[in-house]
């Protein structure tokens, strides 16, 4: 009995400390299942951590998003380095994370499924509790978040040229 109620408890706050962890995996964020990736820098914990999540957002569109744990929250303007390339970020306050990227997201998106590391460097306010953040497994994560994003193409019409053309 009693370790039922431990086992129980472990499941009970197994998804908070799942959603700081350190690399590349689906978020288990309440609601995200698949549709979100989350990839947390190195040295993250559940009380302090720094990640990015991509997302394919409710109108199938693809989001960018700074979630950390540093107080006075994550808006704001923020640089991405990837491999030595610098990126200027501009995040707004938005939900399930704590900030979505609204200048620089494609960009951002690229670099990340593309590169080795990423630095994540506020512009205003307190620093994040850790800016390195592995990029190993980035793309094969952000490719099976964004899955349910890619447009829906009919197949073309059977063309009766094609049969008709004697070859």
């Known amino acids: 009995m009693r370790a039922a109620a431990g086992a129980a408890a472990l499941l009970l706050f197994a998804p908070a400390a799942l959603a700081q962890e350190v690399g590349w995996h689906y978020s288990p964020l309440n609601g995200e299942g698949d549709r979100a990736t989350l ?3 190195y040295g993250s914990t559940a009380a ?15 989001g960018l998003y700074i979630h950390t744990s540093r107080p006075g929250g994550d808006a ?4 991405l380095t990837v491999d030595e390339e610098q990126l200027d970020l501009t995040a707004v306050d938005a939900s399930p994370y704590h900030a ?4 620089g997201a494609a960009a951002g998106i ?9 630095y994540l460097h506020p ?11 592995p990029l190993t497994g980035s793309f094969a994560a952000i490719g099976g978040a964004l899955y349910y994003c890619a447009p829906r193409v009919p197949p073309p ?8 053309s004697g070859r």
């Open 110 to 118: 690229d670099r990340i499924r593309n590169g080795a590391v990423a």
């Open 48 to 62: 302090n951590f720094t990640c990015l999540a991509v997302r394919c957002e409710d109108d199938f569109s693809v």
């Open 76 to 79: 704001g303007r923020w640089r």
């Open 100 to 103: 979505r990227v609204t200048g």
């Open 123 to 133: 512009l205003d306010g307190a620093p994040v509790p850790s800016e390195a953040i």
């Open 157 to 164: 019409p059977a063309s009766s040229s094609a049969s008709s």
């Open 39 to 41: 990839g947390c820098a």
